[in-house]
């Protein structure tokens, strides 16, 4: 799972400086962070080989339901649902 701190020092900024220019831009690390969660996992979900267990693991959930609680809650359906009816 990837931490402010983490993503800071492999951009070669300090974390004050980190939040500074994602404040400038209108946005914070919390939002970055689960814009490329969501990102990954619509892209996850492309592959039929995986199930969404495995998704929410990569995608950096400790579990199916709480994967499923966020998807819900980012493009409100479920991610089974959304792989049957956008995904062919």
Same mark, same amino acid.
């Not at 492999?10 to 969660?37: C, E, H, Y």
């Not at 039929?48 to 809650?73: C, D, H, M, Q, Y």
């Given at each position: 799972?990837?931490?402010?701190?983490?993503? *800071?020092?492999?951009?070669?900024?300090?974390?004050? &400086?980190? =939040?500074? /220019?994602? !404040? %400038?831009?209108?946005?914070? #690390? @919390? $939002?970055? !962070?689960? %814009?490329?969660? @969501?990102?990954? $996992?619509?892209?996850?979900?492309? %592959?039929?080989?995986? &199930?969404?267990?495995? =998704? *929410?693991?990569?995608?950096? #959930? +400790?579990? $199916? *339901?709480?994967?499923?609680? *966020? #998807? %819900?809650?980012? #493009?409100? +359906?479920?991610?089974?649902?959304?792989? /049957?009816?956008? =995904? +062919?």
């Amino acid at each position: 799972k990837l931490c402010i701190d983490d993503a *800071a020092r492999n951009l070669g900024l300090s974390v004050r &400086t980190l =939040i500074r /220019r994602l !404040r %400038k831009d209108g946005t914070s #690390f @919390q $939002a970055v !962070r689960d %814009k490329a969660r @969501q990102d990954l $996992a619509l892209r996850l979900l492309r %592959k039929p080989n995986l &199930t969404v267990e495995e =998704i *929410a693991l990569a995608v950096g #959930f +400790s579990g $199916a *339901a709480n994967f499923s609680r *966020a #998807f %819900k809650r980012w #493009f409100g +359906s479920s991610p089974v649902r959304y792989r /049957r009816e956008h =995904i +062919s």
